[in-house]
């Protein structure tokens, strides 16, 4: 029931998530990458202290535990979708981009909105479902099974996060010098993103299979017991896998990004599909 219950909270975040994603792309698409990393270092921040006193009732607030945390994840969405509305309304950008007077329907950026917007957002979900089938199938092999895959996952993101972040700056720079017609610097902007996404992919693999306690080490704190030795045996095998795919997924995830900049998102929902 805990489960149901945070995802039932977590929905409600879904506008200020939407809200904060779609004005984070005002300064990531302009390629003003600081703002969006200092407004989710503040977010994150403050997801914290929240998490902090929900969870365990400080600072006079009722004990709540799985729901607190879910709470403060919806506030930490909130409290982000905030700081950019505050950064948006600057007097310097309400003069320049008419952040105000500029409201109204655009029915022919609209439809290029969904145009480009309608493949890339399925591409992405396509991708979230094969991995939460994945955890499912696994799930019903056994509870062992279930706890291992999670715990593999859990430290794959530490390789996968980063690239979002690097395949967004790739999609920026290669629309940017499509967009001044210049092919060749796309082209060199293309080659060099992917090879620094296989360097760091590399180096993620290498530490995953030579030194897979390390990562797993921080999910043994306050975790005894032989059901726990079971998972993470089983997750060490797993990472060896993990090791394996990721240096595909960041050729993936490039080839990918350097499509969405070029505005050919058609072509990346039809690979996904197939």
Not at 51 to 57: E, N, R, S, T
Not at 154 to 181: E, W, Y
Not at 216 to 223: F, H, I, K, R, S
Request: aromatic letters at 14%; proline letters at 4%.
């Amino acid at each position: 029931s805990n489960e149901v219950t945070y995802f039932r909270i977590l929905c409600y975040g879904i506008g200020p998530l939407t809200l904060s994603t779609a004005m984070s792309c005002f300064y990531s698409g302009r390629g003003r990458t600081w703002p969006v990393l200092y407004v989710n270092v503040a977010a994150t921040a403050f997801n914290i202290v929240v998490d902090y006193v929900l969870i365990f009732g400080h600072w006079g607030a009722p004990k709540m535990g799985m729901s607190g945390a879910a709470w403060a994840t919806v506030g930490s969405a909130t409290f982000t979708t905030l700081l950019f509305a505050l950064l948006l309304l600057r007097p310097s950008y309400r003069r320049e981009f008419a952040i105000l007077s500029g409201w109204r329907f655009d029915r022919e950026l609209f439809g290029r909105l969904l145009r480009f917007g309608g493949p890339s957002g399925l591409n992405f979900m396509l991708d979230i479902l094969s991995f939460t089938l994945f955890v499912l199938i696994a799930g019903r092999i056994g509870r062992l099974e279930l706890t291992a895959t999670n715990l593999a996952f859990n430290i794959n993101n530490l390789a996968f996060m980063p690239l979002i972040g690097g395949g967004i700056a790739l999609s920026t720079m290669v629309g940017q010098r499509l967009g001044r017609n210049d092919p060749d610097a796309a082209e060199y902007c293309a080659g060099t993103g992917v090879h620094l996404a296989l360097f760091y992919m590399g180096v993620m693999a290498l530490a995953y299979s030579l030194l897979p306690d390390l990562f797993l080490l921080p999910y043994g704190v306050g975790a005894h017991g032989p059901e726990f030795d079971a998972a993470r045996d089983l997750a060490r095998q797993l990472l060896l896998y993990v090791a394996f795919y990721c240096v595909f997924d960041a050729v993936y995830m490039m080839f990918t990004a350097v499509l969405k900049g070029a505005g050919d998102t058609r072509f990346v929902m039809i690979a996904s599909l197939l």
